[in-house]
């Protein structure tokens, strides 16, 4: 580890969003790059999207829901070989019947907001970045996909297995897709008229329309972040914050609000990491 060359600094909405929620959750993922279990909500999340992604590889009227779920053990075959860990968490075949299962009721959740025989998405996956200033942060994320209609409109949309979030906490939710909207805004000089989020969890649709005014504060946002980043990183305080989420935290055991020893940094991780010197 400590012979890997440093990274280019670089900030996603998932990895701002870890600092804002514990920043010793973001030490833990970023700086030590510990290794988490995994899980098999998260499994499935994958799974979905990456089907999802596959649907729209058929031609337009071959887009059903048969089709989908047709597609599923192909992509879990796919994982699998990716991440033989995640095989682990099925105990008996009986469980993995019971987990695809729970993801083919997500997709046909999916065919219940929208008729993908309507939609020629742009793009899929769409690994978007731009820096925040010259030798400052590279901001960067994968968009699930980028709609733009006939006059030039663009939409952005993000698929969540998730449930959505209650009236009033939709914040976390809405600063990954303005972050997104602020990348393609930089990039490319046009501003998604629409940012959709669509939650198979529970067959909701979150949307919104940016302007430019929000996006001068979403930048101001992630200037503060960073900020707060480069200051943990130099005076090696990554106070942990704890919240109801600690229970759901991989690092729990390691971690100093709940009795436990983090790892020592090795000598230049800090810097491999997020191109910051940590002060002597």
């Known amino acids: 580890m400590t012979g890997r060359p440093p990274s280019r600094p670089g900030l996603s909405p998932s990895r701002a969003n870890d600092f804002l929620q514990c920043p010793q959750l973001f030490r833990f993922r970023v700086i030590d790059r510990l290794p988490e279990p995994p899980s098999s909500a998260a499994a499935r999340g994958t799974l979905v999207h990456a089907v999802l992604e596959h649907l729209f590889d058929l031609p337009a009227p071959e887009r059903t829901l048969a089709a989908a779920h047709a597609l599923l053990p192909d992509q879990w075959a796919t994982l699998l070989e990716r991440s033989p860990a995640i095989g682990e968490l099925f105990a008996e075949p009986a469980d993995l019947a019971e987990w695809l299962t729970s993801a083919e ?152 609000a709940f009795g436990g020893t983090p790892p020592q940094i090795p000598d230049g991780a800090v810097e491999r990491s997020i191109g910051v010197v940590p002060a002597a």
């Open 105 to 256: 009721a997500l997709l046909a959740t999916y065919f219940t907001l929208e008729d993908p025989t309507r939609i020629e998405p742009r793009e899929r996956e769409l690994l978007v970045s731009t820096e925040l200033d010259e030798g400052g942060p590279q901001l960067r994320g994968i968009v699930d996909r980028v709609d733009v209609a006939p006059n030039g409109w663009v939409r952005v949309v993000d698929y969540k297995t998730g449930r959505s979030p209650r009236a009033g906490y939709e914040s976390s939710a809405l600063f990954q897709m303005r972050f997104y909207a602020y990348v393609i805004w930089r990039t490319r000089g046009v501003l998604p008229k629409r940012l959709q989020l669509e939650y198979l969890g529970d067959g909701v649709v979150l949307t919104h329309e940016p302007t430019e005014v929000e996006m001068a504060t979403v930048e101001a946002r992630v200037r503060s972040i960073w900020a707060g980043i480069e200051d943990a990183a130099r005076s090696g305080d990554w106070r942990p914050r704890t919240s109801k989420l600690c229970d759901w935290c991989s690092f729990k055991s390691l971690c100093p």
